[in-house]
């Protein structure tokens, strides 16, 4: 009886492994988001609603960015009225905001 109820221990115990193994097999590793997962298309109408510091878009250089958790951490309220909502804005950007940052707040193209 004991012999029995380890060997269904053993069995399940397999099985389940089994099956996370199987469920894992399929899934891309996590890393940054590659171009195509960022290619979704943004109208500029969609981009000046988003205006504020705490909901701030911006187009540069046919791209879309997502600046309000940059702006939370390096306010600037003279910044953001400069950016936020903006098609290619004619703002010079901070050292803080180089291309390599700014590309980690990508979140998608300009809508031709």
């Not at 500029?44 to 951490?73: M, P, Q």
Request: include cysteine; hydrophobic fraction near 45%.
């Amino acid at each position: 009886m004991k012999r029995t109820i380890i060997i269904l221990i053993l069995f399940i115990i397999i099985i389940a492994g089994l099956v996370l193994f199987l469920n894992q097999k399929g899934q891309a590793p996590a890393g940054p988001p590659s171009d195509s997962a960022i290619a979704t298309e943004i109208k500029l109408e969609t981009i000046t609603k988003h205006n504020t510091t705490v909901d701030c878009w911006v187009a540069i250089g046919g791209s879309v960015y997502r600046l309000d958790s940059f702006l939370t951490k390096h306010p600037d309220e003279n910044l953001a009225n400069q950016l936020c909502g903006m098609i290619e804005p004619e703002v010079k950007l901070p050292d803080t905001l180089k291309a390599e940052v700014l590309a980690s707040y990508r979140i998608g193209l300009l809508s031709p």
